[in-house]
């Protein structure tokens, strides 16, 4: 996404339902920035990151309008507990994140997962990456479901490589 798709960014995270709350900083707040950090504070963070054109993540179209998101990026922007070890040979910023979802309720369970975890990686691929690393819960997890299912992530050639905490695997794509 940039700073042209600002709006649509805005429309999405602001409806009803909407994650307006975070603003998709969640995993990316680091140091005082993380600190009594307010809704509208996240908002203006993260309209500066797209401003200077730091990766965040994709929009979803359905008719022209923004239905979805998903958070893509190179790992080092997202704060250091986020997921896995970097493994020997690899370039961190060739390993990117893929951290969070949004799709409005109504438009759940219509498939648009797999189709933004495709776009993802596609995106990823040609930003540079050469691993998609993603943080999937289990179906029954009572958090962190907006980081996906390991199903899913399985479906789409994901393999598990650890865990992060005690409900979120990590599960990784080689794009060689």
Known sequence: MDASHWKDFERLFEAPGGPKYCWCMVWRTQGAEARDFSSADRKAAMRARVKDRVPVGILGYLDGKPVAWCSI????T?????????LEGEKPEQ???????FIPRALRGLGMTPRL???AVDHARKNGATVVEAYPVDADSPSYRFMGFV???TSAGFEEVGRAGSRRHVMRLSLH
């Open 117 to 119: 975890i495709a776009a």
């Open 95 to 101: 390993v990117w994140s893929l951290a969070c979802f």
């Open 73 to 76: 990026a190179p790992r080092p």
């Open 151 to 153: 199903p899913t992530f």
């Open 78 to 86: 997202y704060r250091k507990n986020l997921g896995g070890p970097t």
